[in-house]
């Protein structure tokens, strides 16, 4: 069983930074995809970012070049630094763990952190 707890969600005014985190329980997370989504209030829920175990990442085109995501296996959590944040960035934020192996398809999901930027 897999637990992921994100922190750091809060108000900012626009232009500002936040960093969020995750940490996730189980012996799992170094070879697994760890994603952060984020679902604004009647909108769909969406990937902001990825990191796959080897490295790879993947931004959406609406934060590229403003957000980082990162990882640190040793303390088996998954990092979002958020710059130059904006009003379309309000939404809650989830993290979500992906594995799949020859028995089965971990698919992990966080209880969500609010992030609002306003002035």
Known sequence: QVQLVESGG???????????????????????????????PGKERELVANIASGGRINYADSVKGRFTISRDNAKNTVYLQMNSLKPE???????????VDWSRQYDYWGQGTQVTVSS
């Open 89 to 99: 960035d309000t939404a809650v934020y989830y993290c979500n763990l992906f594995h």
């Open 10 to 40: 809060g108000l900012v005014q626009p232009g500002g930074s936040l960093r969020l985190s995750c940490a996730a329980s189980g012996n799992i997370f170094s070879i697994s995809v760890m994603g952060w989504y984020r679902q604004a």
